[in-house]
Each structure stands twice: as structure tokens, then as C-alpha cells.
């Protein structure tokens, strides 16, 4: 037997599987919407239903995008000499904000996690690999997270793409270890970014 009418259940249930909400934080966001002016809830609904069909992955950074390729490899005022390489397209909007960086970017979606079943052939480091033996950059900049499974992909990275004759760099230490890029403050970002290290 329900507590909750048929449909409020399964919005709640839908709710509960997003990444930081639990069954209060549900609820409380289902019956919010069952009140809320039908425009709201309108434009809710289509935002998510457009969301995957609109989005994309861009050719050369793999970053998600609305065009191919990016705003950011589109944008002519950047250091094309330059690449960093991120796990998330959300590590991107981090380092954007802190303006410190003005090359380009790599997105992997993901880092080498051996418990997870991640390996290398599930990340874009292929894509990496092809990029640097066509646009010959001067400097990898590798910024994946400051845990285990970051490291093992700068690593890996950095191995692949010494031989290229490439310099490959990452992050300072000062980034909280076991932190996230993405949840970072800007200041001791910037300063990760300034005071990038050799590999
Ligand atoms: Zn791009």
C-alpha cells in the first residue's frame, strides 16, 4: 500500500537517485512542484526531457557542448599551445573561473579506477594521444583530482606522452589530497595552476 498517491511516489523515487538528494530533500521537492505554477513545472520538465538530445561531446576537447566544436576551442584568443586535461567538464567551468588559464582544455570523463572497472580504453586518452601528434602542443598540463585514482591517470598520461617530446606538467600540491578540482576555491586553484610542477 502507498503512502503517497502513484505519481508523487515515483517523482519522489526519480528525485531520490539524484546525486546529493535524499528521501526528505525528495519529497519535499515533489510536493514543492505538485503546488508550483503549472509554467514552472513546465519548463522543468522540458529542460530535462531537451537536456541529452541538446548536448553533445566537442570533436577536439571532448568538453560537452551545445556546438561542435566548443565555445573554447572555437575562441581564436586562446594559448592553442597549451592543453589542459581534466576528468570533468565541470573541472573546466572550475578553472574558467578562476581566469588564471587561457590555453585549451581535454576532458576524459573520468580517471583510471581499477575497483570500478575504469581502464584507460574508457577514457578519452586516445583522443589525447592524436591531439598531441596533431597540434603539437609545447605543454600538457594534467589536473585530474588530487586522489588515487587521479594520480594513476596522470601517470599513465604523462608515460604516453613524454616519448611525444611533449612537457608535461600538473597541478601543485596545495590542492586539498582527496579534494576535487571542481569544488576548489578559486584562490588556491589559481595558485595550483601558477605553480604547476614537471612530471
Ligand atoms: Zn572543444
Avoid: W
Amino acid at each position: 500500500m502507498h503512502v503517497v498517491a502513484e505519481p508523487i511516489q515515483r517523482l519522489i523515487d526519480a528525485f531520490n537517485r539524484l546525486p546529493g538528494i535524499g528521501p526528505k530533500s525528495a519529497s519535499r521537492l515533489a510536493f514543492y512542484l505538485l503546488r508550483a505554477p503549472a509554467e514552472q513545472v513546465q519548463e522543468l520538465a522540458q529542460a530535462i526531457a531537451e537536456l541529452q538530445g541538446a548536448i553533445t561531446y566537442c570533436s577536439r576537447c571532448q568538453n560537452l557542448t551545445e556546438n561542435d566544436p566548443c565555445f573554447i576551442c572555437q575562441d581564436t584568443q586562446r594559448d592553442t599551445s597549451v592543453v589542459c586535461v581534466v576528468e570533468d567538464a565541470l573541472d573546466v567551468v572550475a578553472i574558467e573561473r578562476t581566469g588564471a588559464y587561457r590555453g585549451l582544455y581535454h576532458v576524459l570523463h573520468g580517471a583510471i579506477n581499477p575497483v570500478a572497472g575504469i581502464g584507460p580504453e574508457d577514457l578519452r586518452i586516445d583522443a589525447l594521444v592524436r591531439r598531441q601528434s596533431q597540434e603539437h602542443f609545447q605543454e600538457v598540463l594534467i589536473a585530474t583530482n588530487p586522489n588515487m585514482e587521479g594520480e594513476a591517470t596522470a601517470m599513465y598520461i604523462a608515460r604516453l606522452l613524454r616519448p611525444l617530446g611533449v612537457r608535461v606538467t600538473r597541478l601543485a600540491r596545495g590542492l586539498p589530497m582527496g579534494g576535487d578540482v571542481e569544488y576548489t576555491d578559486e584562490l588556491t586553484l589559481s595558485r595550483a595552476l601558477e605553480g604547476r610542477r614537471e612530471m
